[in-house]
């Protein structure tokens, strides 16, 4: 078994993560990418959420307001059909989604098997594209080439991981 990319959240950083989400963090494993300032942009969720039970299929949980934004930008000017149209007639593309799909359930079975979600990862991969965020927080958490489309989200979006727009948190 793997390790997923992703290290231990401190207090400040579930501090972070609970004013950039608005509401309480839950489930938090650890940070699986940061801003260059050093805050959270992307945090690895636990597969079953704490206290309620529920299984959760999102480890890698984009929660960076400015990358959130940018990407519904992406979704509301339907880069998602583009993608997706790209999917289907690019075997390249669709065996790499394959592979980004494969390693994520891997990630997320290095943690815990949920029988109730097991073989589904996120963003509609391994045939749909579905959701930019859970795509580039896949993205960010793997690195440049492991998720094709995640990546390509991350290009066509106005957020680069290199800038800080964080804000002041005040903690």
Known sequence: MTTPPFEPAGDRDIAVVSAQLGRPARGV???AARCVCGNPTVVATAPRLPGV???FPTLYYLSHPAATAAMSRLEADHVMVELQDLLATDAGVQAAYQSAH??????RESIEVVEEIRGFSAGGMPARVKCLHALSAHAL????????????ALERGSWSPDVCECADYGL
């Open 29 to 31: 494993l650890g940070i």
């Open 53 to 55: 039970g529920s299984p």
């Open 102 to 107: 494969e390693a994520y359930l891997a990630d």
């Open 141 to 152: 958490a793997a690195g440049p080439g492991v998720n094709p489309i995640g990546d390509l």
